[in-house]
């Protein structure tokens, strides 16, 4: 009786488990719609996808837009990603401690696994502050609207990031092919990553700003008369800011333990200190050079 009795319940769950699904299905199709349709219509009025498929969809076509970019230019596309209060920071570094500043590629290595920054920020402000000083010397100088643009354009694209393509492959060159110490054989390779060469550059660069683009800009009405302290002061500053620039590379360099005999970039040193001499004695001027090929 009891083997009964189950059977029986089971039959009336089911029984009524069919029921409300043909009630379910009779519901979806017979229902009247706007158009006067049955079933379909009402699944196209209220079967609409959600509004997050949409934003997800669309968000992904915004990061799909930009993937044929690397990661490094991807981040001159999106602002917010890079990081200037660090590359602020690493300018102040570079003029007061540049020891420091370097110490802390290898705390890139140890979280990133790269010497290179992966971040533009450095870049892009080095070039706007290369854009604002060029608008200062046009301003001054005054020169016309269409020479004031081709003189801002030329101090970006030129001075700053094509010789800083040249520079940085030629020491990139140098030291992927003469400087890697000998690896052993259970050691892993490593090798100067091309974009670490240009940051290095890029390192090098600023101080080089603020001598003969700032500095120089307030002292130009000295170094451009035609005297011999003014010959004397120009040829200083600029053979200062040079050397500078290539012991900031030196600096740079050498704090790859994989590299040797990195004292390779202090040798243009030398030879700017011989260039300025003769140039002192010949009464050649570098800032009346330099600025005439911009303004003539």
């Not at 009247?32 to 498929?53: D, E, I, R, V």
């Not at 200037?84 to 102040?92: D, K, R, T």
């Not at 202090?266 to 009464?283: K, S, T």
Request: hydrophobic share 40%.
């Amino acid at each position: 009786g009891f083997e009964k009795r189950e059977r029986e319940r089971e039959r009336e769950s089911c029984r009524m488990s069919t029921t409300t699904t043909t009630s379910a299905n009779s519901l979806m199709q017979g229902l009247p719609t706007s158009s006067g349709a049955s079933g379909s219509g009402f699944a196209s009025q209220h079967a609409k996808p959600l509004p997050f498929h949409k934003n997800r969809s669309s968000t992904k076509g915004q990061y799909r837009s930009y993937a044929f970019l690397p990661t490094y230019l991807r981040r001159i596309v999106k602002y917010k990603q890079m990081d200037f209060e660090y590359s602020f920071w690493l300018m102040l570094q570079l003029c007061v401690s540049p020891k420091t500043a370097y110490r802390h590629t290898t705390y890139h290595k140890q979280t990133k696994n790269r010497w290179s920054r992966d971040d533009p920020a450095f870049v892009v402000i080095c070039s706007l502050f290369m854009a604002v000083s060029a608008s200062a010397y046009c301003i001054s100088f005054g020169a016309s609207f269409g020479r004031s643009i081709y003189n801002i354009l030329a101090a970006v694209a030129i001075d700053f990031i094509l010789l800083g393509v040249g520079t940085s492959t030629l020491c990139w060159y140098l030291a992927n092919t003469y400087l890697r110490a000998q690896s052993h054989s259970h050691t892993v390779e490593q090798k100067v990553e091309w974009l670490y060469a240009f940051d290095v550059h890029c390192n090098s660069y600023f101080p080089v700003f603020l001598m003969l683009y700032v500095l120089q800009y307030f002292l130009s009405p000295l170094l451009l008369s035609r005297t011999f302290i003014s010959s004397l002061l120009a040829n200083i500053l600029y053979g200062f800011a040079l050397s500078y620039y290539h012991y900031m590379n030196f600096l740079g360099y050498s704090a790859l333990p994989f590299l040797h005999a990195t004292d390779l970039f202090l040798y243009p040193i030398g030879v700017i200190g011989l260039l300025g001499l003769l140039a002192i004695l010949f009464g050649f001027n570098p800032a009346i050079f330099t600025l005439s090929i911009y303004f003539g």
